[in-house]
């Protein structure tokens, strides 16, 4: 797997920013996002031909959305 981008919300419900770099914590996500915590779902991953396949269906959606 080869990670493209990285994104983080500050507030959960708005749209994630791309950055440069981010630190992953053991058992709680990426510091700094919305979504890192104590659950079952603290970092997700999206296969770049997801992407592709989205804008082919005419959504503007790029790394990070």
Same mark, same amino acid.
């Given at each position: ?13 708005? /749209?994630? !920013? ?6 992953? =914590? ?5 510091? #700094? ?7 079952? /779902?603290? !970092? ?6 997801? =992407? ?5 269906? #005419? ?7």
């Amino acid at each position: 797997m080869k990670i493209v981008s990285i994104a983080i919300s500050k507030k959960k419900g708005t /749209r994630k !920013v791309q950055v440069d770099e981010a630190s992953l =914590i053991q058992d709680y996500g990426l510091e #700094g996002d919305a979504h890192a915590g104590p659950w079952h /779902r603290q !970092v997700s991953f999206l296969a770049s031909e997801s =992407i592709e396949k989205a804008k082919k269906n #005419g959504l503007d959606v790029t790394f990070g959305d």
